[in-house]
């Protein structure tokens, strides 16, 4: 099942939002076919592992591993389990159960009344951790949350304003080379990436992935007042964008349901990341401080109900994980 692990990271890039799924063909303790799902609308983990197999007469006495559940239904293509009954393998382990209605069980009740033995929750936390992300859309119905931002030392992302009308006034980098380019690949890993409106103004950022390969995510602020001028990035056309017009989370949640996202990085300024913790709708959080200190500013948010994962350091900048302690 580790194998089956590692084979399904392989398909990072390619399998969304379909799960990352890995599959191994095993007989007499010997490894005699193994694939992953490589691409949404390719062939599944079982068929590419199945297809592997050059000594077919040993699929009879064999046993499929297999990180998420079969699917037993028609999609863009035929049924996984239609596939392992007919090859005749007699055993199929499955490291977690898959959460997508149209499956959710029934793939391992179509196995096990076609007479196969059906082994299920081998690994199984770490299979569900595999695809947390596809678990979360189809369980909470809405994409998994990734909060990110940067401080100083003393705990500020942006220093005062001199007006004292509490406006900032200007953009504060914290982040290095390195770090810049790794926001980057956590861009090119979600689907879509949410500023405010003051955020938009200020940094005029483009949320692009340019320092990374992959594909940009699709951008969105909050335009309440219709007050965010054409000339900013966001407004360029290069990348689609869509603009809200209210700051309720949860309708924002439920439009990118709706859309089929998957996965959201929130990328805005203190008030928007504290509504985001404050509701409860975060599930990881990126945090980097970098060494300088503002001495007064806009506070960084406080983070609820966590729990540290990592940390590490890169030229001096500490970059820190978060998990939400319910996700």
């Known amino acids: 099942m580790r194998r089956c ?3 399904a990271r392989c398909g990072e890039a390619g399998a969304a939002p379909n799960p990352m799924v890995g599959a191994v ?8 076919g193994e694939g992953y799902h490589r691409r949404c609308g390719g062939p599944h983990a079982e068929v590419n592992a199945i297809g592997s197999v050059r000594e077919r007469h040993l699929l009879g006495q064999s046993t499929i591993y297999v990180s998420l559940e079969p699917c ?18 007699p055993r199929v382990v499955v490291g977690c159960t898959d959460p997508f209605a149209k499956v959710n069980g029934q793939g391992i009740k179509k196995l096990q009344d076609a007479g ?13 951790e595999l695809n947390r992300r596809f678990f979360t859309f189809h369980q909470k119905h809405r994409p998994w949350i990734t909060l990110k931002w940067a401080q100083s030392e003393d705990g500020f992302i942006a220093p005062p304003s001199s007006s004292g009308k509490g406006e900032i006034e200007g953009a504060v980098f914290f982040s290095n080379a390195l770090t810049q380019t790794l926001v980057h690949r956590m861009r090119a890993r979600h689907q879509a990436i949410l500023v405010g409106t003051t955020t938009a103004l200020v940094d005029n950022p483009t949320l692009t992935t340019r320092l990374w ?14 007050s965010l001028p054409p ?40 008030k928007l990341l504290q509504s985001f913790i404050d509701a409860g709708l975060w599930d990881e959080a990126r945090i980097e401080t970098a060494p300088v ?10 983070l609820a109900d966590s729990q540290l994962e990592s940390e590490q350091s890169y030229g001096g900048h500490l970059l820190q994980h978060y998990r939400h302690k319910s996700s």
């Open 293 to 302: 200190r503002l001495g007064q500013g806009v506070a960084a948010p406080h």
């Open 231 to 270: 000339t900013l990035h966001l407004k360029d056309g290069s990348t689609p964008t869509v603009v809200y017009t209210h700051e309720s989370l949860n309708e924002i949640l439920s439009d990118l349901y709706n859309r089929g996202i998957q996965s959201l990085l929130v990328e805005g300024g203190a």
């Open 116 to 128: 196969c033995e059906v082994v299920v929750g081998v690994l199984e936390q770490e299979c569900r």
């Open 72 to 89: 037993s239904h028609f999609g863009k293509t035929p049924p996984c389990t239609d596939l392992i009954i007919r090859s005749g393998i």
């Open 213 to 226: 390969p992959g594909p940009n995510p699709l951008r969105l602020t909050i335009d309440r007042h219709n």
């Open 25 to 32: 063909v095993v007989c007499d303790g010997r490894i005699i």
């Open 5 to 7: 692990i590692q084979l």
